[in-house]
């Protein structure tokens, strides 16, 4: 199975940024040990929201499911929980932080309706758990 994942704005600085919050490793570091039987792994990081809806928009043509950690754009975005909704293959929506255990604005997110699920707080395992769960109940072989 074709996993596409995208991260959006500021995550080109895990490892970096706030570390008591997202960790220690960039994710570079963490997709270098990522390793999903059954699944081919690809990543996209943009700070820039309309890279992200084209990403979005494209990842239909090469994968069968994407795993979206939005950020920011998460909160904010109608254009980018559009193209979730436009494309037909499965999007699991992934915070490393518990949002929900954060600032009110951040227990929002206009992409939890329009994803398969939401997996938050679980650090950077949300992304391997995320990946487990497209293969085991989107693969097509
Ligand atoms: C985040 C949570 C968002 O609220 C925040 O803006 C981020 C990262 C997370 O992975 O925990 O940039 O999506």
């Known amino acids: 199975m074709r996993i596409l994942i995208i991260n959006g704005p500021n995550l ?12 220690s490793q960039s994710f ?6 990522l390793k999903v039987d059954g699944a081919q792994i690809d990543y996209y990081q943009s700070n820039i ?7 979005i928009q494209e990842s239909r ?11 920011a754009y998460s909160h904010t975005s109608v254009g980018i929980a559009d193209a979730v909704t436009a494309i037909d293959i499965p999007v699991v929506e ?22 398969v699920g939401t997996i938050a707080g679980l650090g950077l395992k949300g992304y391997e ?3 487990e769960f497209l293969v085991a ?3 097509k072989i």
């Open 28 to 33: 570079e570091e963490f997709l270098a040990t």
């Open 137 to 139: 109940n989107f693969s």
């Open 129 to 131: 758990l995320a990946i």
């Open 61 to 71: 043509l090469h994968y069968d499911g994407v795993v979206l950690n939005a950020a």
């Open 94 to 115: 992934v915070h490393i932080s518990n949002i929900y255990r954060r600032e009110n604005f951040r227990h929002f997110t206009y992409l939890a309706s329009r994803c």
């Open 12 to 23: 080109n600085l895990l490892g970096a940024r706030e570390p008591e919050l997202y960790g």
């Open 49 to 55: 929201e309309g890279e992200l809806i084209t990403a």
